[in-house]
Each structure stands twice: as structure tokens, then as C-alpha cells.
């Protein structure tokens, strides 16, 4: 099933919201109130601005859906990718953006990233996780020279990457 959370909530940094089977589904960028988030499943963002602040750790098999047209939503907390994990971001619709605007952690060299969907997926800011980043559908941009990481960068067919901004070595 599918939770959605809609409105502001006041939980505290002391709090851990875990997404353990099914879908939690952010409407508000204050949904998780000041909380971490775990996924062990999907995380699915509706809204059109959405700023998520909170840090956020995606386990083995987990997703993000971002699937709002036209939407310009994005991370600016620090998002975690456990050692070992394989994560989707499915960014769904040709006008959707989204922002990895905090620095993008964690993994190793068995941890994948994958991009899916033909939206864009931003890796606006410098980050530090290991493994393999694969960019499988739509388009992905990278708007600084450690974006993705430290990570091996696979282009599939029908994928594109698009370089922007002046900070590219």
C-alpha cells in the first residue's frame, strides 16, 4: 500500500521514519518534519517545488519516484546509498526535474545508482559515493565536476548526459 504524507509534520531529528514494504509518498517538503528517512522499498515525491531537506539513506532494492509533470522537485539533505545497494530514481516525464542538490554519500564498489524514466535527474552539487552510476533512460546533468561521486559513470542507448556550468574539469 501507499502512505501519503500531505501535510507539515513536527517530528524531530531524534526521529527515524522507516519505509519498509510499499510506498511513502511525500506532498510537502516538511512531510518528515525534521526525521531521517530510511528506504528499504520506495519513496515517491509528488508535488511540483518539493524541497526535501531531510537525510535520507536508500537501502538494497529501494526507489525513488518522481513522477509530477513538470515538477522541480529535489534533495538538498544529504542522500545516503548503503554498501551493497542497487537504487532506482525513476524521474517519469519529459518536463520533470530532479535536483540531488546535497552531497550524495555512502556505497561501495558493488553499490549501483540507477537513473530511469525520461525526466531529468540533476547531480547539481559535489558528492562522494562509490560504486557504478548508470544512466539508463531520459537525460541526467551534471553541474559540478564531482557530482557523481567517485563512482564509474555507465551511458546507456538511449540515455543522455548533459555537462553544465563552469565548474567542469
Do not use: E
Not at 501507499?2 to 527515524?16: D, K, M, P, V
Not at 554519500?105 to 552539487?125: E, I, P, Q, W, Y
Not at 557523481?148 to 551511458?155: A, R
Amino acid at each position: 500500500g501507499t502512505l501519503a504524507l500531505s501535510g507539515s509534520n513536527t517530528l524531530t531529528n531524534a526521529a527515524t521514519v522507516t519505509v519498509d514494504g510499499g510506498t511513502l509518498n511525500l506532498r510537502n517538503s516538511s512531510a518528515l518534519g525534521d526525521a531521517a528517512a530510511v528506504v528499504n522499498s520506495t519513496l515517491s515525491i509528488t508535488g511540483t517545488t518539493l524541497n526535501i531537506d531531510n537525510p535520507i539513506t536508500f537501502n538494497n532494492g529501494s526507489s525513488l519516484v518522481n513522477n509530477n509533470a513538470n515538477g522541480r522537485n529535489q534533495f538538498s539533505g544529504t542522500v545516503t546509498l548503503a554498501n551493497d545497494a542497487a537504487v532506482t530514481m525513476n524521474i517519469a516525464g519529459s518536463g520533470n526535474i530532479f535536483t540531488l542538490s546535497g552531497n550524495t554519500t555512502g556505497g561501495n564498489v558493488n553499490t549501483t545508482l540507477t537513473k530511469s524514466g525520461t525526466g531529468l535527474l540533476d547531480f547539481a552539487s559535489a558528492s562522494d559515493y562509490l560504486g557504478t552510476t548508470i544512466l539508463s533512460a531520459g537525460s541526467s546533468r551534471v553541474s559540478n565536476d564531482a557530482g557523481f561521486g567517485n563512482s564509474t559513470v555507465q551511458i546507456n542507448t538511449g540515455a543522455s548526459l548533459l555537462l553544465n556550468g563552469s565548474n567542469l574539469d
